[in-house]
């Protein structure tokens, strides 16, 4: 989909080409994502998916070249703070460096501050301390707020990671493999809080390998596979039978039920 508006993009991505260790992650790379729509980046491991989320965090660098480029909301330079306002970000290793001895509420009133926890030099406001609340209320998760992260499931602690995502009201959240670890239960509660974000406005970005994460919100799919992008269309018209065998390169079974799909 490049012929899309650029301007008015949430991200995006132009011929970019990321290397590793002697090893191209990503190649020639185009991609973009209008702020508003929900998508999911769809591919299996190692195909490049983590890496797009890297290059919106600047843990990594694509190849300095004249046609490249990378921008959130039309700018390819950013603060951590600017980004934080503009894309609330969940991911597996943000999680792990959550779990520590931090109260649910100290969690979520430490991201008006960049770090994970508080410290003597933090002053949390009133209007901090109201929007914490208004959070925990939202996700119906006020009886974590003095409870420890090292103490809750994996389910409540994800979804503890999704508020403190939406702290800065963030006009999009990127989820990077949302369900790993989660029983079906806390997994169905994951799945309801982001489509109630999506419902209420906020774009989705979900960077997955396992259709089930996919909400029915999702319209839009990429695919990737090797680095490059190997499908982009609509949900409906991607998660097929036919089209998932040749990305996984085996037989695949894809089923559809009330806007959700599963492959085995």
Not at 32 to 57: F, R
Not at 202 to 222: K, N
Request: proline content about 5%; charged content about 20%.
């Amino acid at each position: 989909m490049l012929g899309d508006d650029m301007s008015d993009a949430l991200l995006a991505f132009s011929h970019v080409t990321v290397i590793r260790d002697n090893a191209t992650i990503l190649d020639d790379f185009s991609l973009v994502i209008p702020a508003g729509q929900h998508v999911a980046v769809v591919g299996p491991n190692g195909s490049g998916k983590s890496t797009v989320l890297k290059l919106v965090t600047r843990d990594l660098w694509p190849l300095a070249r004249p046609e490249s480029s990378v921008t959130v909301l039309g700018q390819d330079r950013w603060t951590q703070w600017d980004l934080r306002a503009a894309i609330g970000i969940v991911s597996n290793d943000l999680l792990a460096t959550c779990t520590r001895k931090v109260t649910g509420r100290d969690l979520l009133l430490s991201a008006f501050f960049g770090s994970i926890g508080l410290w003597p030099h933090h002053a949390p406001t009133p209007s901090m301390h109201e929007r914490v609340d208004e959070i925990l209320a939202w996700l119906g998760l006020p009886h974590l707020a003095d409870r420890l992260m090292t103490r809750m499931s994996s389910g409540e602690a994800r979804r503890l990671l999704i508020g403190r995502a939406l702290i800065h009201r963030p006009r999009a959240l990127i989820l990077d493999e949302p369900m790993t670890s989660l029983d079906l239960g806390a997994a169905h509660e994951v799945r309801a809080t982001m489509r109630a974000l999506a419902q209420e406005g906020t774009s989705l970005l979900l960077v997955t390998h396992d259709l089930a994460d996919i909400v029915p919100e999702v319209g839009r799919v990429v695919l990737l596979k090797q680095g490059r992008i190997a499908g982009d269309g609509a949900t409906a018209a991607l998660l097929t039978t036919e089209t998932l065998t040749a990305l996984y390169d085996r037989p695949v079974e894809v089923t559809h039920r009330d806007g959700h799909y599963h492959a085995w």
